[in-house]
């Protein structure tokens, strides 16, 4: 009884946000403190569709630069979490610990930092120095979730593997891979909803040419233009959900697909 109260409470706390966004969403003016707003209008909606081609570019954009961070974030992730079950040792505690560094810098010192080298690289105001900063910020999140997981799993089935005559790469294919393939999941689904909400540092490293879902929010939030900034927002929630909802389906499509084990 006390944890299905709990799960109803959490069940409202995300949805009345989510109520409250598709209000403002068609609502023409909502002063405050009116419950309720006082007229409805589908400005917002009109305003988009007056410019469909930079709604979908804005889309499209942010959804490849999140997608290429999930997955250069669950990658290194993986050999940094096999690497860290095979070693021992003080460098191993040392390595770690820098893993949360991101954590621990303020992201205004340390985007100043990286935009100097930026514009020594010849990065700055471009896609490939966005991304760059996008998977410091992301790694941190993927490396943790995968080296915990990896560390429940161990090599100890893999060793087995290696005995019955399976080589190094199939024992970890067939084996660990799969059972790693729902942390792999949550990894990827954490470090895209992390690089797709990034805004600061987009701006920063991106000049402002890089555009993405969460630098055109902004601006509408300065102006107090709620109605439009909630639309947004939207599409940022519903982008959100069906990610996260393909990456789930890709684990469990891809562990049916293991269940049978072949090693030679």
Not at 166 to 194: C, D, E, R
Not at 218 to 228: A, E, G, H, S
Request: glycine share 4%; aromatic share 16%.
């Amino acid at each position: 009884m006390y944890r299905k109260a709990v799960n109803i409470l959490i069940l409202i706390t995300i949805l009345i946000p989510i109520a409250i966004l598709m209000i403002w969403a068609f609502s023409a003016r909502w002063p405050w403190p009116q419950v309720f707003p006082r007229n409805f209008s589908l400005r917002g909606f009109e305003n988009l569709m007056r410019q469909p081609n930079q709604l979908l570019t804005l889309i499209l954009s942010s959804v490849f630069i999140s997608s290429c961070v999930a997955m250069l974030s669950c990658m290194i992730a993986l050999m940094t979490a096999r690497a860290m079950v095979m070693a021992k040792g003080f460098f191993k505690n040392f390595i770690q610990l820098t893993i949360a560094l991101p954590f621990l810098i303020p992201v205004i010192v340390f985007a100043t930092g990286i935009h100097q080298k930026m514009i020594e690289w010849g990065w700055a105001n471009k896609l490939c120095g966005v991304i760059f900063v996008h998977l410091i910020y992301s790694l941190p999140y993927a490396s943790y979730l995968v080296i915990d997981a990896y560390h429940a799993v161990g090599l100890h089935l893999e060793e087995q593997a290696w005995i019955l005559g399976a080589n190094k790469w199939k024992a970890f294919w067939k084996i660990t891979f799969p059972l790693l393939l729902p942390v792999l999941a949550t990894s990827l689904a954490m470090s895209f909803i992390v690089s797709f909400s990034q805004y600061f540092l987009t701006l920063m490293i991106g000049g402002g040419k890089i555009q993405t879902l969460s630098v055109i929010i902004y601006p509408y939030l300065q102006r107090n233009d709620r109605t439009i900034a909630s639309i947004y927002a939207l599409f940022f929630l519903i982008i959100s959900f069906l990610v996260m909802g393909l990456f789930s389906w890709f684990s469990k499509y891809y562990q049916r697909k293991y269940e049978k084990v072949d090693f030679y």
